[in-house]
Structures are given as structure tokens and as C-alpha cells.
């Protein structure tokens, strides 16, 4: 992989996507420090392994959708996210089934991500009082989340 100036990476909703593996995302984080923009959404073999390199080694990472990987990718991937990547603006976890993201990961992303203007946490258990605290935080931010049926745009 020859790509060391790739910023932008959107492998999601592609015929492709269900081969898309750890071990592809690896290559990337590893190559392309640079990357500003990574779509992983609806990619299955995608973990916390493949995303905590991305954190380490992408720290210009400005966008990230890990939606719809099954509970592949949880609060220890997101958690470095926020360590290792402050200038991130849009978060997407969307749909990721089980409790793997939790209120601990997009509370750290509000505290330290400081450009973060848009979480969409669809179908995850945020609770009201992360999303009265991550407003504190970030007074601009945009939360998408579901309550029951309905999704709600905090």
C-alpha cells in the first residue's frame, strides 16, 4: 500500500464492504497518516483492533463512522479516539448493537475532542444526563439518537 498522502477513505455500503477486515484498516492506519475521513460503516470484520490503530497513528482524523459493525468496535477503540485524535468533528456509532459504545466513550469524545460538532448515536443507550453533559461541553453539538422509535436530534 502506496498512499501516504490518502485522506479520505469510505468503504462503506460498497459490494465490497463484507471484505473489508481488520488487517485492510491495519494497512491504512499504517500508510496513510494523513487520513482525515474513514467510513467503515456496514463492514462486519471491523474492530476495536483495526480503530485503536487508526487512533494512534491518524491523529488528523476528523470524521469517523464505525455504524452498523455489530459490536465489533466499543468504548476501547473510542476511548482512544478521543485520546489521540482532538481535531475530530463528526462521530457516527450508530446501530452497533449490545452495549459496546456507551455514554464513558462519547462523554471522553464531548471532554476532548473539543471540535466535535456532530455524534449520531442511533440505536445506543445514551442516557439524558450524558447527552445534558455533552451539551455543556460542546453548546453547538448535534446528538442523533433513537428513544424508543423516534430518533431526536438533541
Known amino acids: 500500500l502506496k498512499c501516504p498522502m490518502l485522506e479520505y477513505l469510505d468503504v462503506s455500503g460498497t459490494v465490497h464492504a463484507s471484505n473489508i477486515t481488520d488487517a485492510s484498516i491495519l494497512a491504512i492506519a499504517e500508510h496513510c497518516p494523513h487520513l482525515t475521513y474513514l467510513n467503515v460503516e456496514w463492514t462486519k470484520q471491523v474492530t476495536d483492533v483495526s480503530i485503536s490503530a487508526v487512533a494512534t497513528r491518524c491523529s488528523q482524523l476528523r470524521h469517523l463512522d464505525v455504524g452498523s459493525t455489530d459490536s465489533r468496535v466499543t468504548d476501547k477503540s473510542i476511548l482512544l479516539i478521543a485520546e489521540h485524535c482532538p481535531r475530530l468533528q463528526r462521530l457516527e456509532v450508530s ?28 440505536g445506543i443507550a445514551v442516557t439524558d444526563e450524558a447527552v445534558a453533559t455533552m451539551k455543556r461541553w460542546c453548546p453547538g453539538i448535534k446528538i442523533t439518537r433513537t428513544v424508543g422509535n423516534n430518533f431526536i436530534e438533541d
Not at 462519547?106 to 456532530?118: M, N, Q, S
Open 95 to 122: 446501530w452497533t448493537r449490545g452495549d459496546g459504545i456507551t455514554d464513558v466513550s462519547l462523554l471522553a469524545i464531548a471532554r476532548r475532542c473539543r471540535f466535535v460538532e456532530h455524534i449520531d448515536a442511533s
